[in-house]
């Protein structure tokens, strides 16, 4: 199973926090032994069907046009009845 959202998140904040005390460093006055991000997996291309939210939860996923058809679909349905 690769990473959920949480994960990538938790190291972003994790690169973030890596890069603010390399600021206050000599090495980093001189412009010198940056920080290298946290390895992440490799990503792979996601089928179709549902993106984790985290806790094992899943949402569906869909495009941009998908979801604006939806949504409009269910305000026509919503002023119709």
């Given at each position: 199973m690769?990473?959920?959202?949480?994960?990538?998140l938790?190291?972003?904040?994790?690169?973030?926090?890596?890069?603010?005390?390399?600021?206050?460093?000599?090495?980093?006055?001189?412009?010198?032994?940056?920080?290298?991000?946290?390895?992440?997996?490799?990503?792979?291309?996601?089928?179709?069907?549902?993106?984790?939210?985290?806790?094992?939860?899943?949402?569906?996923?869909?495009?941009?046009?998908?979801?604006i058809?939806?949504?409009?679909?269910?305000?026509?349905?919503?002023?119709?009845?």
């Amino acid at each position: 199973m690769g990473w959920t959202t949480s994960d990538y998140l938790l190291a972003a904040i994790a690169d973030g926090v890596h890069v603010l005390a390399w600021q206050n460093t000599e090495d980093a006055r001189k412009g010198r032994n940056a920080p290298k991000p946290m390895p992440r997996p490799e990503r792979e291309k996601p089928e179709k069907t549902a993106a984790s939210i985290g806790m094992g939860t899943a949402a569906s996923v869909m495009t941009v046009e998908e979801f604006i058809a939806k949504r409009e679909a269910r305000l026509k349905k919503k002023k119709g009845a």
